[in-house]
C-alpha cells in the first residue's frame, strides 16, 4: 500500500523536530560546561596572608591551574583569526619534538590578569604550577609525549618594563624582572643529574 502523503509530510516534521531537539541539547550541554566552570570559580584575589603562603594553599593552586589552562585552551588574539593561540603553540612545540613553551606576559595580563600579577611576584611557585597545566594540556593532544619529556617548561616572554641593571635592589630578589645587557663570557650547559645508575665493571652489579 502506498502511504498518504500528508503521513510522509508529518514524518519529515517528526524528524526535523527531533534534529532540533538533539541540537538544542548539545547546545545546552557547551553552556552548561561554560556554567559550571564559573559556577565553582573560587574569589583568589581577596587574600589576608603573604602572597606566596597563599600560592600554596590547595584551593589557590587548584583555581590557578583553572585559570591558566583555561587560558592556553581558549586565548584568542583579538586581530587575529579566531584560531586558539596556544593550542596551536603546544601542537607545534610536541611535532618539533620540544619541551618549553613560550606564553606572552601581555596575552596573560590581557586574559588572567591576577596571573600575570602573581607571576611576576612569585614566578618559583607560579612556573612550577603553569610547567604541570602545559604538561596536561599537551598530553591531551598527544598521550604519549610523555615518553619523551618528563616536563614543559613554560617560558613568560614580552614583559612590559624593563629594569637597568644598576637599578635592581633587594625588592627585586626572588621576583621576575627583564633586563638589557651585554653577554661577555658564557661556559657550556652543566648538567643536572636526576637519576644515575652505577654499572660494576668487575662483579656486574648495578647500583
Known amino acids: 500500500r502506498v502511504r498518504p502523503r500528508a503521513l510522509e509530510a508529518d514524518d519529515d516534521d517528526d524528524q526535523w523536530r527531533r534534529q532540533q531537539r538533539r541540537r538544542r541539547a548539545g547546545d545546552r550541554d557547551e553552556d552548561d560546561e561554560e556554567e559550571d ?49 596556544y593550542r596551536i603553540r603546544i601542537r607545534e612545540m610536541c611535532v618539533a619534538n620540544g619541551q618549553s613553551l613560550e606564553v ?14 602573581w607571576v ?3 614566578p618559583a611557585d607560579m612556573l612550577a604550577m603553569f610547567d604541570e597545566v602545559a604538561k596536561q594540556e599537551a598530553l591531551k593532544l598527544y598521550p604519549s609525549y610523555g615518553d619523551i619529556h618528563g616536563r ?7 614583559l612590559p618594563i624593563m629594569d637597568q641593571i644598576r637599578d635592581i635592589r633587594q625588592a627585586h630578589l626572588n621576583c621576575l624582572i627583564k633586563i638589557e645587557g651585554v653577554v661577555t663570557r658564557r661556559t657550556g650547559v652543566f648538567p643536572q643529574l636526576r637519576e644515575v645508575m652505577y654499572d660494576c665493571s668487575k662483579c656486574g652489579f648495578v647500583v
Open 37 to 85: 566552570e564559573e559556577e565553582f570559580e573560587v574569589d583568589i584575589e581577596n587574600y589576608d596572608c603573604p602572597l606566596r603562603e597563599w600560592i600554596t594553599r590547595e584551593r589557590t593552586k587548584s583555581e590557578i591551574r583553572k585559570k591558566f589552562s583555561r587560558f592556553l585552551r581558549k586565548y584568542v588574539e583579538k586581530d587575529g583569526d579566531g584560531a586558539p593561540v
Open 120 to 122: 611576576a611576584d612569585a
Open 104 to 117: 606572552s606576559y601581555l596575552h596573560l595580563a590581557e586574559r588572567e590578569p591576577i596571573l600575570a600579577v
Open 152 to 158: 614543559i617548561f613554560t617560558r613568560i616572554t614580552g
